[in-house]
């Protein structure tokens, strides 16, 4: 299931739209989060979102975090190295930038890899695993 994206592949930003919910988290080599799951490390990823808002006349996206913080800025997206950048977010988050390597873009799925160690999971590097909410 999915489509890994090929180095040469032109992406729709059509695709990043919308708001996006876990369906899977994975902190380091760790599942943490399954979409129904009822034995999840961290539940509270039932309440990550991410949300491509429209009609603003820029990128915006808003992230609501497993802990329920809220961070909103600037979305871009490098077709060169299918990395994903979240910027001038308010609140400033710990890493500043937020920097995605997206390895899946297709309707109805979206994955997401970290590009820094996150200091909020333990320095771990994450998966995030979406679909449209």
Do not use: C, H
Request: proline letters at 5%; a neutral charge; charged letters at 20%.
């Amino acid at each position: 299931m999915g489509y890994t994206i090929p180095a040469t592949a032109v992406i729709n930003t059509d695709l990043f739209s919308g708001t996006f919910k876990a369906k899977e988290v994975k902190e380091g080599n760790t599942v943490v989060y399954r979409n129904e799951g009822t034995t999840n490390i961290i539940p509270g990823y039932s309440k990550y979102r991410i949300a491509f808002i429209a009609g603003t006349g820029k990128r915006t996206v808003r992230i609501t975090e497993y802990n329920g913080e809220v961070f909103e800025g600037i979305w871009t997206y490098k077709d060169s190295d299918q990395s994903m950048t979240f910027s001038s977010l308010s609140p400033r988050p710990q890493v500043g930038n937020l920097v995605f390597q997206v390895t899946t873009a297709e309707i109805g799925l979206l994955v997401l890899n970290n590009t820094i160690a996150n200091p909020k999971t333990g320095d771990t590097m994450n998966q995030y695993t979406l679909i449209p909410e």
